[in-house]
């Protein structure tokens, strides 16, 4: 079950490319290469900053990214032939110690191929997660994007801890995989045990193979490292474009740094006054009112589930138990149990345009046959990664570590079993069907080594200029309620709203046209929208 970490339709869409480096080139080095940092003398941190504020990058062609960032082959050339640029970035391992240890960050590049006189600088970009490696992920969206280049570098990188930049890795022999532990246990014993050993393991696996990282890789030393970034590329102003877990990290950069805020856009709102388990619960209801709008669409479509939606929704929920207790075997030996279902429906709920293959797999089911599920969620990257290896090199994406080790070096919030019982009900009055797995999600730092942050990111930016925040009505991940929670928390005359009226996470990549033409607007005319701007969506085609 996905949480604030959004499936990413950038992960599902990049090209991701295959970088020859091997995970010990992605652990943090001194700056003369000494992983401890003994530069021979003593260096004051002033001293140490400017160092790293005049370093030059060394930019050249992308090879392919590491399987740690998602592996893949090496990005073409863009239409114009414009290649992409590649490069890292020293920075600090830990920025209350400027002086200590660096890290190496990867970034990537495509120069703009506008006017020179009209280039307005870098545009940087998260895509979300937390996790997702932006040097992947940027080649396959940029056609999305390929208005903005014409006066803007397009640029993206991996967050410290993610893929390149110093990944973390919590693979450890005999640890069961994802797939093996029932993340909706139901039985108060021997299932509930299991979770709570499987992250308590996993949370040792980490400390042991990446506990140098562990305690620097939160969102706030993030921040900086981008404001690192803007220096050194040269921008007086950091221009932003964040999606899902990166208006997060926009949020928290405009917190620290007013006074460098350029033009930033921020789509697909995370809800910046949650703890861990109210973010939890809130997606419980975004994914079922997405699952709701999901089964009306289906219901006039004449699909084979139900008269109307609350007849499939019905149906689907008494499916998912009844996977529960007996999975339907799949030809590749595989098996689609309840998790699973829910997994291929909560990833089918992020775009729209799954919808027709989430009907299909759901009829399919219903018959008795769980292939085309097993299949979609697998496609959409919803089976759990990781399991019983020997091998640290296994050609995997470390997104999941990723984003177990940030989202936990942010929260304090430590949740227990009891703790968890205690809110089962709210989570099933908000989802039965999604409810469960979010809640138990609320377990996923317990053993964490590293205390967290804080109970939730401080974004509050009074004084920064205008900030674009997207908010989608029918976004599954992050509920449309949170862009107005952000707006109020970046500061009066700080975040300024557009609304779509639309489904799916997040809604610049759905394509509409209202939204892309404001956000355009915004981006590379300074031109906001007026207050109460409402974009909405064009329907599905009938029959599709």
């Known amino acids: 079950m996905p949480t604030a970490r959004a499936i990413s339709t950038a992960v599902l869409l990049s090209t991701a490319t295959l970088l020859a480096s091997s995970l010990a080139a992605c652990a943090p080095t001194g700056r003369d290469g000494d992983r401890h940092g003994d530069t021979g003398g003593a260096t004051t941190d002033a ?70 006189d009209q280039r307005i600088g870098s545009l940087f970009f998260n895509f979300g997660g937390p996790g997702g490696s932006g040097v992947a992920t940027l080649p396959g969206l940029a056609p999305d ?26 693979l ?23 979770l709570v050993r499987f992250n308590r393991e996993t949370a040792a696996a980490c400390e042991k193979n990446s506990g140098d990282v562990l305690p620097y890789v939160g969102t706030t030393q993030a921040a900086q490292d981008m404001d690192l970034m803007r220096q050194v590329l040269g921008d007086e102003k950091l221009h932003y474009f964040g999606i899902s877990y990166g ?54 479509q004449g699909c084979t589930l139900g008269e109307d939606a609350e007849d499939i929704v019905d149906l689907v929920v008494g499916l998912e138990a009844a996977l529960d207790d007996t999975p339907l075997a799949t030809p590749d030996d595989g098996e689609l149990d309840g998790d699973g279902l829910v997994d291929a429906i909560s990833g089918a709920l992020y775009r729209q345009d799954y919808w027709p ?15 085309v599920l097993h299949d979609l969620a697998e496609a959409l990257g919803q089976h759990g990664r990781g399991g019983d ?123 509409n046209t209202c939204v892309q033409d404001t956000v355009d607007a915004y981006l590379l005319n300074g031109t906001l929208p007026k207050p109460g701007t409402v974009c909405e969506a064009e329907p599905l085609p009938e029959g599709k």
Not at 146 to 151: I, P, S
Not at 364 to 370: E, V
């Open 389 to 511: 290896t020997d091998d640290a090199d296994t050609e995997e994406s470390n997104e999941d570590d990723a984003f177990r080790a940030i989202t936990c070096d942010d929260s304090s919030n430590r949740y227990t079993v009891a703790d968890v019982e205690s809110r089962l009900p709210d989570f099933l009055e908000a989802s039965p069907l999604f409810g469960p797995g979010l809640a138990w999600s609320a377990l996923s730092c317990d053993g964490w080594p590293v205390p967290g942050a804080a109970r939730h990111p401080e974004v509050g930016a009074p004084g920064a200029p205008p900030v674009l925040l997207v908010g989608n009505t029918g976004d599954p991940a992050t509920p449309y309620e949170g862009a107005a929670r952000m707006a109020q928390r970046l500061g009066e005359k700080v975040g300024v709203e557009l609304t779509y009226e639309g489904e799916g996470h997040g809604a610049y990549d759905s394509g």
């Open 247 to 300: 208006t997060e990290l926009g949020g928290v950069y405009a917190h620290l740094f007013p006074e460098h805020v350029g033009r930033a856009v921020l789509d697909g709102v995370v809800d910046p006054t949650h703890d861990l388990m109210e973010e939890a619960l809130a997606q419980a209801g975004g994914f079922q009112l997405a699952f709701e709008h999901f089964a009306a669409w289906c219901a006039r």
């Open 145 to 170: 994007y390929e208005k903005l280049r014409t006066r803007y570098d397009l640029v993206s990188f991996d967050p410290r801890g993610v893929g390149n930049s110093a990944g973390v890795r919590c």
């Open 172 to 194: 450890d022999a005999g640890l069961p995989s994802e797939e093996e532990i029932d993340n909706t246990p139901d039985d108060g014993g021997d299932e509930t045990n299991a």
């Open 357 to 371: 293959a989430l009907r299909v797999g759901l009829e399919a089911a219903a018959d008795d046959n769980g292939e």
């Open 47 to 116: 001293q140490a900053l400017t160092g790293l504020r005049n370093q030059s990058l060394a930019w050249k062609d992308c090879p392919a990214p590491a399987p740690v960032q998602g592996g893949g082959e090496a990005p073409g050339a863009l239409p114009d032939g414009t290649r992409w640029q590649c490069a890292t970035l020293r920075t600090p391992l830990d920025w209350k110690n400027p002086s200590g240890e660096s890290m190496d960050l990867a970034l990537i590049r495509a120069r703009a191929a506008g006017d020179p």
